[in-house]
């Protein structure tokens, strides 16, 4: 199994933007230190109060320099909110600056209001995305090419670099709707999966539906699973509960707000089944969060947890959210980080 850190590079209280980058760049290095298979970066716009990582491809450069050996992961690129053409060039020159330690993670991002301050129409998100995708593969394995298309019209371009992996990174694509996993699966990618809006046994019945729609379009081998879960670990379970609860429990309420919001902003289908998460996370109690959709515990208890995940959904790897919410003292962040490469990974590998 492959052990990642999800990574938001939260603000640093007084601190300003550059302790929150030299805190989060120093707990990369360490997390190769210690043996970490990946660390994953997000992209979020506009959201000061949670995080300064808006430029993920910037912050992989950064990280490619720093280190050798751990795996750098995007998660996710917003494809719909930049121009492929530049997207498929930054990507390739990362790849080739950390000599093929890129992992490229790919989504279309639920919260509307990022769509409304780029001046994109989270309605044409879904057409964005799939036109994004077919020309970054074109970008990354043709000397040149022609594209005709509803967003975007190229003739005879030339993108360089080509990237370091052949033909391109890996790809990962998020699904969060339950008509996502099905199309992931049909594409024959591998798939991130969360549990922010709902437990691990909702998560089994979606993941069903991917890879029953990949066995049937003839991909080899099951479809690989990776998921983003809150995560925490500390020497005893009362401690790691109780160290991680307020930080935990404020992002699931600041879910909750950004879903009411993306709901407003969207309307129609989308906003009613927004709404139903909504309502569940706003009555979400943090014992239910421990016993359904959360790894808080000590190394033995974390161990046997994520085994029984394991056997309901069948995992390839996780990104743990060692820091979910922000605001656990980075030097726990860093303890719990230890714990899990030292005590945990050995026992899945």
């Keep these: 199994m492959e052990f990642g850190s999800f990574m938001e ?25 210690v043996g970490l298979d990946a660390v994953w970066l997000a992209e979020l716009h506009g959201a000061p109060e949670r995080s300064v990582m808006s430029s993920p491809m910037m912050v992989a450069s950064a990280i490619a320099a720093r280190t050798s050996t751990i795996k750098i992961g995007i998660a996710v690129q917003v494809l719909p909110l ?18 093929g330690r890129l992992i490229y993670g790919i989504g279309r991002s639920g919260v509307v209001r990022t769509y409304e301050d780029y001046g994109i129409a989270y309605a044409e998100s879904r057409e964005r995305f799939a036109e994004t995708l077919d020309i970054l593969k074109q970008a990354w394995t043709e000397p040149k090419f022609s594209h005709e ?16 992996q052949k033909p391109y990174p890996e790809l990962r694509m998020a699904a969060a709707t339950p008509e996502t996993f099905p199309q992931i699966g049909r594409l024959g990618l591998p798939i991130f999966v969360a549990v922010r809006q709902g437990p691990f046994v909702q998560l089994a019945e979606r993941i069903r539906s991917y890879r029953e729609a990949y066995a049937a379009a003839g991909h080899p081998g099951r479809g690989r699973v990776f998921l983003r879960v809150p995560a925490y670990l500390a020497e005893t379970r009362e401690r790691a509960r109780a160290e991680a609860k307020d930080s935990i429990m404020g992002f699931f309420r600041y879910q909750a707000e950004l879903g009411r919001d993306s709901a407003r902003r969207a309307g129609g289908d989308l906003a009613v089944q927004r709404l139903r998460q909504v309502e569940r996370l706003e009555a979400l109690t943090y014992d239910e969060a421990v016993a359904t959709q959360i790894l808080v ?18 995992l390839d790897g996780i990104l743990a959210e060692l820091n979910c919410g922000g605001k656990i003292p980075q030097d726990r962040v860093l303890n719990a980080l230890r714990l899990l490469c030292e005590e945990v990974k050995p026992r899945f590998h």
């Design 297 to 314: 515990d000590d190394p033995d208890g974390f161990t046997a947890r994520l085994r029984e995940v394991d056997e309901q959904i069948g």
């Design 149 to 164: 298309g509803k967003y975007y019209t190229f003739k005879d371009v030339a993108v360089t670099p080509k990237p370091y």
């Design 82 to 99: 930049s121009h492929p053409l530049r997207l498929a060039e930054e990507a390739a020159t990362i790849d080739q600056i950390s000599h």
């Design 9 to 33: 590079f939260p603000p640093v209280a007084s601190g300003g933007d550059s302790a929150a980058f030299d805190e989060a760049l120093a707990e990369v290095e360490t997390a190769e230190r």
